[in-house]
């Protein structure tokens, strides 16, 4: 199972926190600095695999949590998982989450991440539910995303008259 | 979305900031203003809206943000999907599931859940799997289940229904009534979808693994769905993810089968070692681009761990061994880091380790690996490939690495490395040897698991014991003495340091110095266990008995307490004038029983915490084996047990209960009879779970009934840390009803363990067959021997007439006729007014005494009464000789005065008492 997904940048600052199980803010964000710091010190060289998030629960270099992650540009993007997962597939996950990202918005940057901090989620939920992958396709991805937003139109517009 | 200005002018202020006390100087002035608009009554949904989603920008930054969730409720409750949409973000990113306000919102989830906008039920399902409260199981799981099982559902509500539900399944088992539904989801494992399959995929697993029985089914579906995928290409084009074909619902659906014993038709199992083939064939070029090779590697790693644990073809895996072997050189090194892992897994089963140990120098290689995620595979791998003739070198290896390894990793590594030359030892001195250098190197680093262990080991090793006695005076003599060196030593010279007094310098004189020189330094805990030793010196060596006080007197004036009270107790013990005394405190200790090894329970539980349960483990071929064994035996046993498989878990649910028996006076006795009466009563309308839970031990039954006849299960767990022996288990009627119920243990079954190691489980099924009506229910005797100590407990078992009702529809105006016929002949009615305050606090109570109903036997009769929530059933209890009764029952709730009146009506007086009995029990212990 999914248990978290992270996006922050190089320096720690969040842009998407999202955990599939109840943790308190603190908690978040401790784990949060935890992770960026393991990442953040890998070189891109090393693999994309990593455990031993302490705040994460459990003994220390506890087996049963692993970090999958992924570094573009300025931004890494976490998947913590438990063993249950395929390493590979969820590293593909991410390329699929970044992709429909991408389509989007059209070139995302972290700019768009950090004023559409809403939309992100709701992207997010088109690819992973509770903790399990949910859609992988990005052409239903994106429909979704995109037909959910025509939903809003005619509201929006009410709403200013 | 449509952007909303204040707040980007917000976000953009936020950014503006150039430290961290302006950014909050900032947050707090928003903070104080939201909290004033939200107090003006003319706030608009647009406005609401906006403050709301700077409150989530707030969380997301790491403030703390306590207010504002009935704003979000009120979005929810919005017509606007902008204000819904934004509404159920915050809910599910900001509230707590113990929050009051959850009741609000499941009103709100249960109309978009029937909205007809299927945007707004995908909102719905959404939160319903982020939020997931216990009464939004009770209340929505059907609505849910409807979802996913209807005709008219699109993919895309479908796919999310099922996750939801997995959600739910997961927190509240008991709630979701999975087994009603369960096996009309399988079929969807062949839907053409494919995200509508791989949602189900996920919840079909975890499924299989609480109902292994009843979703049997879903290994079939699995096995052909693969076949489209992998054999037929069948699948829709936007679904190839860089050349690969749904890579994600290959891998679900190859770990779905992990969980099911290998196929016994010849048809699915050549079907499936076709498919694996097939994808280990595919694997054998390397794909030029990076993603095609993640998603090609990734569908093999998990067609190879699937091959692993079907045990399917040895030939295959010895293939599968050297594709790996390739991997693990690889210059792509997630590719490495995984080729590592799988082969741990495939070391952990194959038969022959021959092909894998050509590759043990690159392993070994791998432990210095730059990248520390590599360093842990590789020492996962070494630990889980070594056998009898690899040990000396991987134990040697390991040691040497200890020195440079990181701090994080040392503990597992010396962890395993005690497992190992515990393990693989054929020579003592090795043996000893191994261990030593190993807490000297590691001491710092590892538990207090691993130096216990060595005393255990030299304690039940008479062999051992001069050997030991020798090293551990050398070490003492050393320059340098690690802590959880001194402390072995040290506890090895108390118990056998006459075993070498003879020897040159090692008289008892200089075993004392050489303890006294390494005291001063070491820790407290370490200079405890060396004082006790120089109180057994005073014993073993009287000759320097002088010498000993000296030491002990010097103590007696500690600052630590307990050196203190240990230095004095002793020197009091020594200076007694009786003589018989320090003989018996000081006594050699008993070797240890034999047991499971703590350090095997510390690793094992290490690898514990997952929400699908792992199907392997590192190492222990032994386990993985007895594992595998296990499953195996299940499925022979199959047709003529009930299902067994519930019981691994039997363990590790969570609920506690005590005996029936033992009614004391104490709050926390009686709290315990209050228990395990709880205990009791589910299983008279449940058939599988928990009848006892102790600090020793652990009663699980698993109940099958063809009335007149049964079979029961009763399975004992071993909870403690000790083993038990002596264990017999036996089910006695009561005199009045012994000729009415007979209890036999079934035939066909092998004999009780003679003892039972901790965690350990064993079981014994019982034949039940209902003769005549009967009244009370049986006792089950269970007794055993722990630590010398013969132990008998006696539980009520559930076992009653009413466990032999069978449901019966019958129409309506049948069941009136009956009810009012019964009455009048008053053979047989009994009926109670029951207290259930619970009514009116839980919405799921009504299904739930319609859940007890029907898990009693009766078939529910729908409509039967005019007062919707009433409830009616029909069930027949059937005896071998007395043949069979009729039984009608009603229940009627009265939430406003917290009261149900249950009125039972039967052919036999018994059966109505007895039944009402039941229901009364279970009512009362809700």
Request: hydrophobic content about 45%; aromatic content about 8%; charged content about 25%.
């Amino acid at each position: 199972m999914i248990k978290s997904v992270l996006i922050f940048n190089q320096l720690g600052k969040p842009r998407l926190i999202k955990f599939y199980e109840q943790i308190g803010t603190t908690q978040q964000q401790e784990i949060l600095r935890e992770i960026h710091a393991l990442v953040a010190k890998r070189p891109d060289t090393q693999c994309n695999f990593l455990e031993g998030c302490q705040s994460m629960g459990s003994s220390s270099s506890d087996s049963s949590h692993r970090i999958i992650y992924r570094h573009y540009a300025t931004l890494y993007f976490v998947f913590v998982v438990d063993s249950s997962e395929s390493e590979l597939g969820i590293l593909d996950l991410i390329q699929v989450f970044v992709e429909a990202l991408d389509r989007v918005f059209e070139n995302v940057c972290e700019l768009d991440l950090i004023f559409h901090f809403d939309e992100i989620h709701y992207i997010l939920m088109e690819v992973v539910e509770a903790g399990m992958v949910i859609e992988t396709n990005l052409t239903e991805i994106s429909r979704a995303v995109n037909e959910a937003k025509q939903q809003i139109k005619p509201a929006s517009e009410h709403s200013r008259l | 979305m449509a952007p909303m200005k204040g707040l980007t002018v917000f976000i953009a202020d936020l950014r503006k900031c150039r430290s961290h006390e302006d950014e909050e100087k900032r947050v707090n002035k928003e903070l104080a203003n939201i909290r004033t608009k939200f107090k003006e009554p003319s706030l608009n949904g647009y406005n609401r809206k906006k403050y709301v989603c700077k409150l989530v920008y707030m969380a997301l930054l790491g403030y703390e943000v306590s207010f504002g969730h009935r704003e979000a409720v009120d979005l929810v409750n919005s017509t606007k999907y902008s204000e819904k949409q934004i509404g159920y973000l915050a809910i599910s990113l900001l509230m707590e599931e113990d929050a009051d306000y959850g009741r609000m919102v499941v009103a709100a989830m249960r109309r978009d859940i029937h909205d007809t906008n299927e945007f707004n039920v995908s909102l719905a399902l959404n939160a319903v799997s982020n939020i997931c409260t216990r009464e939004i199981a009770e209340v929505l799981t059907q609505d849910i289940v409807a979802q996913l099982l209807s005709p008219v559902a699109s993919m895309f509500i479908k796919k999310k229904a099922a996750l939801c539900l997995l959600r739910l399944l997961r927190r509240f088992p008991e709630a979701v009534n999975a087994q009603q539904w369960a096996a009309r989801v399988i079929p969807y494992l062949g839907h053409r979808d494919i995200g509508v399959t791989l949602s189900v995929a996920s919840l079909v697993t975890a499924l299989a693994q609480q109902f292994p029985e009843d979703t049997r089914k879903a290994a079939s579906f699995a096995v052909r769905r693969l076949k489209s995928l992998v054999i037929d290409n069948e699948y829709a084009a936007e679904y190839i993810y860089y050349k690969v074909p749904a890579p994600w619902l290959q891998i679900k659906l190859l770990r779905l089968l992990q969980y099911f014993p290998a196929p016994e038709s010849p048809e699915l199992r050549s079907l499936l070692l076709s498919i694996l083939r097939h994808i280990i064939d595919v694997s054998q070029d390397t794909p030029r681009e990076l993603q095609q090779m993640n998603a090609q590697y990734s569908i093999l790693f998990e067609a190879i761990n699937l091959g692993i644990q079907l045990d399917i073809d040895q030939g295959l895996m010895q293939e599968c061994a050297v594709l790996l072997g390739r991997f693990i050189t690889s210059r792509e090194i997630n590719v490495r880091y995984l080729g590592l892992e799988t082969m741990a897994h495939l070391a952990a089963y194959i038969d022959s380790l021959d092909t894998i140990k050509t590759y043990q120098g690159v392993i070994i290689q791998s432990l210095r690996d730059r990248d520390v995620s590599v360093r842990r595979r590789a020492l996962d791998l070494l630990y889980s490939m070594c056998d009898v003739s690899s040990a000396k070198t991987i134990v040697s290896e390991l040691l040497r690495h200890m020195v440079v390894a990181d701090f994080t990793l040392r503990e597992e590594m010396a962890l395993k490395v005690a497992i190992l030359t515990e393990k693989y030892a054929t020579e003592y001195s090795w043996y000893v040897d191994v261990m030593m250098r190993l807490v000297s190197l590691a001491g710092d680093h590892m538990g207090d698991e691993v130096w216990h262990r060595i005393v255990q080991v030299i304690l039940g090793n008479e062999e051992l014991q001069l050997y030991a006695c020798k090293i551990a005076l050398q070490t003492l003599k050393a320059p340098v003495c690690h802590e959880s060196a001194l402390k072995v030593s040290a506890y090895v010279l108390g118990e056998f340091g006459h075993l070498i007094a003879n020897a040159p310098d090692c008289a008892p004189v200089d075993q004392l110095k050489a303890l006294q020189s390494k005291m001063a330094s070491g820790s407290q805990s370490a200079r405890a266990v060396a004082l006790t030793t120089v109180g057994k010196f005073i014993n073993l060596f009287p000759e320097i008995k002088t010498l000993c006080l000296r030491v002990l007197d010097r103590y007696r004036g500690a600052l630590d307490a307990e050196l203190q009270q240990r230095a004095c107790e002793y020197y009091a013990l020594a200076t007694l004038e009786s003589e018989d005394l320090m003989p018996t405190v000081f006594e050699e200790m008993p070797p240890f029983p034999e047991r499971r090894s703590a350090l095997m329970s510390r690793l094992l539980k290490r690898e514990a915490d997952t929400e699908d349960q792992r199907t392997w483990v590192f190492g222990g071929r032994e386990i993985n084996r007895e594992r595998k064994l296990q499953k195996a035996g299940k499925t022979v046993e199959d047709s003529e047990e009930p299902p067994v498989a519930a019981v691994p878990q039997l363990l590790e649910v969570p609920e506690q209960t005590r005996f029936v028996a033992d009614g004391g006076q104490t709050p926390e006795e009686l709290a315990r009879v209050a228990k395990s009466k709880r205990h009791y009563a589910r299983l008279l309308w449940e058939n599988d779970g928990i009848l006892y839970d102790g600090d020793e031990i652990q009663v699980g039954l698993v109940a099958q009934y063809k009335p007149p006849a049964g079979r029961v299960g009763v399975f004992l767990g071993n909870k403690s840390t000790a083993p038990i022996y002596d264990i017999s288990i036996h089910v006695a009627c009561e005199e009045s009803s012994e000729k009415q119920l007979v209890v036999q243990q079934a035939t066909g079954q092998g004999p009780l363990p003679d003892s039972l190691m901790p965690l350990g489980q064993a079981r014994v099924f019982f034949d039940v067959k209902c003769i005549d009506v009967f009244a009370t229910a049986p006792t089950l005797r269970i007794a055993y021997t722990m630590a010398g100590a013969p132990t008998v407990s006696e539980l009520q078992m559930p076992v009653t007439i009413a466990h032999f009702i069978d449901p019966v529809t019958i129409t309506v105006a049948d069941f009136f006729s009956r009810w009012k016929q019964l009455g009048d002949a008053a053979i047989g009615e009994a009926q109670n007014v029951l207290k259930t305050p619970f009514l009116s606090t839980d919405s799921g109570a009504i299904q739930w005494l319609r859940n007890v109903v029907g898990g009693a036997g009766f078939a529910l009769i729908q409509g039967a009464d005019a007062e919707p929530d009433n409830i009616v059933g029909v069930g027949i209890a059937t005896t071998e000789n007395a043949g069979r009764f009729g039984c009608l029952i009603r229940v009627e709730p009265k939430p406003a005065h917290g009261l149900t009146r249950v009125t039972i009506r039967a052919t036999n007086p018994t059966v109505a008492k007895v039944v009402a009995a039941n229901i009364n029990m279970v009512f009362e212990s809700k």
